[in-house]
């Protein structure tokens, strides 16, 4: 038995059965794995996924997904690459290819990315990108319940710079299981620019992880948002593996209803002479359940190392939850290391403050939380895709954000 704990012994050979292929031979992470304590996957074991159709009948972008002025899309079903649905003109210094998904381990989730991934989709960039490259993820079940394993590769070489945008969406229908994998290398003096976001349908199960290589002098900026899922987890593990590499990591999550939504971050400084920053805030409404574990690991010849992170939570009703479980692992002297975490409701001198000047209560809890949710987004470079977030914000807030405590 593997590090991670078994929760269902009989998934790989059961989802492996309907797949035709050899089981996958790893297991999902169980509650007694301290990293998936606060999101139990019981529900997941119990559906009875298939493998998602890779020609899935799709004949255009559902209306559902942002467009990015000047982008050029590439696009994702069931986690094949759809080439009539996507961009032939990348712009100079990017090209894209597909290949073998790589035999890697890790954790078990990207092992099963790894034994049923249809294809990797690799993007590489030779030099300064002028086109933001939109990757497009949609999942879209059948008649019963689909699993579907995107892989993603990102390779920046020294010297280059490129910002990517990843939209995952979801076709109503069917509950679904999404797994993507994104594994991003930034090389010497590199940047990376990578904005997420995930507006999954309310059946969908969206279990993500993305493992990012900084090395000297390179730069990775992220952006991280979750509005939708039953269930959904976002796990970033960046590993800073050269000098005076500079990783800025941000998120925010708005949950309704049921929703669950997991940022899970393993901040790893290898080297000296490193920064990285993270700020994670959350609204929760009706039964929902939010959760952030962050861990900065500061190894033991890592000196000088600058490392923050906060996660700030707001209850919009007395139903949800917030988990939050900061964490520094500092085994160097000479560091500036801090973390921070709050929750609470609505302030009423806020409240009172806008009732007095004719602000209706629903206008005012709109206003309150996007004002909180918008901080957040700050520090995302690239202005159009921080309007499109935004505006994705506001929307989220116009359907659920007048939840009463």
């Excluded at 009423?348 to 602000?359: D, E, K």
Aim: aromatic share 6%; with cysteine; hydrophobic share 40%.
């Amino acid at each position: 038995m593997n590090a991670l704990a078994i929760l269902d012994h009989s998934f790989g050979e059961t989802y492996a059965k309907r797949l035709g292929v050899a089981p996958w031979s790893g297991a999902l992470p169980g509650p007694k794995v301290e990293e998936w304590r606060f999101t139990p996957l019981r529900a997941l074991a119990k559906v009875p996924f298939v493998p998602a159709p890779v020609d899935a009948a799709i004949g255009s972008i559902p209306g559902n997904v942002p467009t990015i002025p000047g982008a050029a899309r590439l696009v994702l079903v069931n986690g094949a690459y759809r080439k009539d649905l996507s961009d032939a003109n990348l712009g100079k210094g990017v090209e894209i290819s597909q290949g073998k998904v790589p035999a890697k381990e890790g954790s078990s989730l990207v092992a099963l990315n790894a034994a049923y991934a249809p294809a990797s989709l690799a993007v590489h960039v030779s030099g300064a990108a002028k086109k933001i490259i939109h990757i497009i993820s949609i999942g879209a079940a059948a008649s019963t319940p689909a699993a579907l394993h995107p892989r993603i590769t990102v390779t920046a070489e020294n010297g280059s710079a490129i910002t990517l945008v990843e939209s995952h969406v979801g076709l109503p229908g069917q509950a679904y299981f999404s797994n993507p994998v994104t594994s991003i290398t930034v090389g010497e003096g590199a940047s990376v620019r990578r904005y997420v976001s995930v507006d999954e349908t309310n059946e969908a199960f969206h279990l993500a992880t993305t493992l990012v290589k900084v090395s000297g002098g390179g730069h990775f900026e992220a952006f991280h948002l979750g509005l939708g899922g039953a269930l959904t987890r976002q796990e970033i593990r960046i590993a800073l593996t050269g000098e005076n590499a500079e990783v800025r990591l941000n998120g925010a999550y708005a949950l309704s209803g049921h929703s669950h939504h997991d940022f899970t971050t393993v901040m790893d400084h290898q080297v000296p002479h490193c920064s990285s920053s993270q700020v994670f805030k959350g609204v929760a409404g009706g039964e929902s359940r939010g959760v952030y574990q962050g861990r900065i690991h500061v190894a033991r010849d890592a000196q000088k190392t600058d490392a923050r992170q906060l996660h700030k939570a707001l209850f919009l009703s007395r139903g949800p939850q917030i988990d939050c479980k900061p964490e520094l692992e500092i085994y160097a002297d000479d560091v500036q290391c801090a973390h921070g975490a709050t929750t609470g409701e609505i302030d009423p001198n806020h409240m009172f403050y806008l009732a007095a000047r004719g602000i209706d209560p629903d206008t005012a809890r709109r206003l309150l939380i996007e004002g909180f949710l918008a901080e957040s987004m700050d520090d995302i470079s690239e202005l159009a895709v921080r309007e499109q977030f935004g505006a994705a914000l506001t929307a989220w807030l116009a359907r659920y954000g007048t939840a009463q405590p």
